[in-house]
Structure formats: structure tokens, C-alpha cells
């Protein structure tokens, strides 16, 4: 994959995230997506962790609270970022 596609996407898969997140996670969700649409190309993979991380936080929240809905809506947005970042090469699940 190119640098400027994973520049591209990553963001519109994290704007998915945020849509799904509760509201104080959709904010840093949305600071994220400022860093992947700014910082250089080597800062994604970080970035993605950092979002795979915010989104399981929502989830778990999601599920403690019993909002299946939510946490559907969650879980679907995580795991596409998830196959995005694992596609991309941009994880190491060494």
C-alpha cells in the first residue's frame, strides 16, 4: 500500500470509530485523526495502537453498562480498523 492511501484511509477509519465512540472517547478520536492527517507516515502505527486501544476501552465500557447496542456499533468499527492496520502491515502482533 502506498504512504498517501494509509494517510488517507486510516482517518476515514478512525471517523468511523469516533461515530461509534461514547462522547469523551470521540474526542480523542478526533485528536488522533489530527495526528494521522499531520504527523509523518512513520507515526501510524502508534497511532493505530493508540486507537485500537481506545476503541477496546469502549467496548468494555459499552458491555459494563449493558448497551448492546453500542457496543456492536463499536466492536464493528474496531475490528475494521483492526484488519485495516493488520492488511497495512501496520502492526506487529509479533
Do not use: K, N
Not at 12 to 35: G, K, S
Not at 42 to 49: I, M, Q
Not at 70 to 91: H, K, M, P, T
Request: proline content about 4%.
Amino acid at each position: 500500500m502506498t504512504r498517501q492511501y494509509l494517510i488517507g484511509e486510516l482517518p476515514t477509519r478512525l471517523e468511523q470509530l469516533q461515530a461509534a465512540a461514547p462522547a469523551a472517547a470521540a474526542r480523542y478520536v478526533a485528536d488522533l485523526r489530527h495526528q494521522v492527517e499531520t504527523r509523518p507516515v512513520t507515526w501510524l502505527p502508534a497511532e493505530l495502537t493508540r486507537a485500537l486501544v481506545l476503541a477496546d476501552r469502549a467496548c468494555w465500557d459499552s458491555l459494563e453498562s449493558g448497551d448492546a447496542a453500542a457496543f456492536a456499533r463499536q466492536s464493528a468499527a474496531a475490528a475494521d480498523l483492526r484488519l485495516f492496520g493488520a492488511c497495512a502491515r501496520l502492526l506487529d502482533d509479533g
